[in-house]
């Protein structure tokens, strides 16, 4: 009876052992994909920040959309 409760927590032991094994191992693998995947991010925001500067620097002169509109012309025409 001895025997096999040894043998039955020898056997568990080993299990937990490999079973720590594979979580640090899976563990590591998606780490290494984080830091990847940040990599990509920091691309995606620089380019998100170059194509957001595009648009700001194409935006309308708003002082010139307000006399536009306290004048009634838009775009050198006049409103009808």
Aim: hydrophobic share 45%.
């Amino acid at each position: 009876m001895t025997t096999y409760v040894i043998i039955g927590v020898a056997g568990l032991a080993i299990v937990a052992i490999v079973g720590l094994l594979a979580y640090q191992l899976r563990r590591s693998s998606i780490n290494e994909g984080k830091a990847a995947t940040t990599a990509d991010v920091a691309q995606r925001e620089a380019e998100f920040a170059h194509e957001t500067g595009k648009i700001v620097a194409q935006r309308p002169d708003v002082e010139q959309l307000i006399s536009d509109l306290e004048t009634g012309t838009f775009g050198g025409r006049t409103a009808q």
